[in-house]
T-cell receptor, first 112, second 114 residues
Framework: ELKVEQNPLFLSMQEGKNYTIYCNYS?????LYWYRQDPGKSLESLFV?????AVKQEGRLMASLDTKARLSTLHITAAVHDLSATYFC????????????FGTGTRLKVLA | GAGVSQSPSNKVTEKGKDVELRCDPI?????LYWYRQSLGQGLEFLIY????????KSGLPSDRFSAERTGGSVSTLTIQRTQQEDSAVYLC????????????FGSGTRLTVV
């Protein structure tokens, strides 16, 4: 059974600092998504990572995937307050039906 | 429609009543998911529909929960004899068959069982 863990669960950081959120998963997978959720809102797709070594960047966020290590990272560069949100990774199962299992989420708060 | 539409947006029901939650996916999207998000928690997979294939119901927490998808489009999640622990936001998402570009979530239905 695929299990997805994120760490840290909570992150409070100062504006201008860099930090990385980690997403570990327990069984082989070939596809991983990152989502953002603002309080009281639904989820917004950030990145789709489709292969080992994939790297995607959008603004101050960069995501990467290492399928051999079963690890994805979401790196935040020079954080700004607007990045405050909860970030989820979702990993696709490769046996049975191809459904997505979500991580526990990382609640990020960027302090001005 | 332009996005995934869910209704109602909020539902308050008495314990023991049945509720129906509706999801109208993006036209042409063959994949449809239901997830549940409890307050401050992550997303719990409930059920997955893909085209005409048998749905993956492995995430449904009890036999009080059921879902159907009619004509490959609209889906209804039904919760019978609701309990207080069913209180959560129920999210629906849809995607094209391969989901190569992520999938689109609806705004959710906030269910409160009193």
């Amino acid at each position: 059974e695929l299990k997805v863990e994120q760490n840290p669960l909570f992150l409070s950081m100062q504006e201008g600092k860099n930090y990385t959120i980690y997403c570990n998963y327990s069984t082989t997978s070939d596809r991983l998504y990152w989502y953002r959720q603002d309080p009281g809102k639904s989820l917004e797709s950030l990145f789709v990572l489709l292969s080992n070594g994939a790297v995607k960047q959008e603004g101050r966020l960069m995501a990467s995937l290492d399928t051999k290590a079963r690890l994805s990272t979401l790196h935040i560069t020079a954080a700004v307050h607007d990045l405050s949100a909860t970030y989820f990774c979702a990993v696709r199962t490769t046996s049975g039906t191809y459904k997505y299992i979500f991580g526990t989420g990382t609640r990020l708060k960027v302090l001005a | 429609g332009a996005g995934v539409s869910q209704s109602p947006s909020n539902k308050v029901t008495e314990k023991g009543k049945d509720v129906e939650l509706r999801c109208d996916p993006i036209s042409g999207h063959t994949a449809l998911y239901w997830y549940r998000q409890s307050l401050g928690q992550g997303l719990e997979f409930l059920i997955y529909f893909q085209g005409n294939s048998a749905p993956d119901k492995s995430g449904l927490p009890s036999d009080r929960f059921s879902a159907e998808r009619t004509g490959g489009s609209v889906s209804t999640l039904t919760i019978q004899r609701t309990q207080q622990e069913d209180s959560a936001v129920y999210l629906c998402a849809s995607a094209p068959a391969l989901g190569l570009y992520g999938y689109t979530f609806g705004s959710g239905t906030r269910l409160t069982v009193v």
